[in-house]
């Protein structure tokens, strides 16, 4: 077997994961993107264990212990999103300057009025009859 095709295809798939790292706003996305550098490690491990000739398998034996980190990555980091999506509204990264709770008990998202934004607030079309009378 050549060595370099599944290594160029280890080279385009960990390139499309950086891109995806890099260029997404979604933190969904961004986790799927770290999947598939991941994967294109794993496919690396195993090409060069096959091409080596290793009696020890270490290439697929690092391959498995990257799949077990990988799952309990992709595990923890969805708990995380789907948490800040839950407190915050929304899951863009760029929005998510960092974990501090919004000053005042104000959600992040202003589109949120009356009983879904949250304690302390009021919606907007209330704000205009206080403001009337």
Known sequence: ??????????VLLFCIGVYGVLAR???ILVLMSVELMLNAVNLN??????WLRDTLHSGQALTLFTIAIAA???GIGLA???MVYRNRGTS????LRDTAEPPDGQPDNPDL???EAGPGTTAPATQKAEATA
């Open 113 to 115: 009025t009356g009983a």
């Open 80 to 82: 995380i999103v789907l």
């Open 45 to 50: 491990l195993v090409a060069f264990d096959v």
């Open 72 to 74: 309990a990555e992709i």
């Open 25 to 27: 706003r979604n933190a």
């Open 92 to 95: 863009d990264i760029d929005r």
């Open 1 to 10: 077997m050549h060595l370099a095709y599944p290594a160029v295809l280890s």
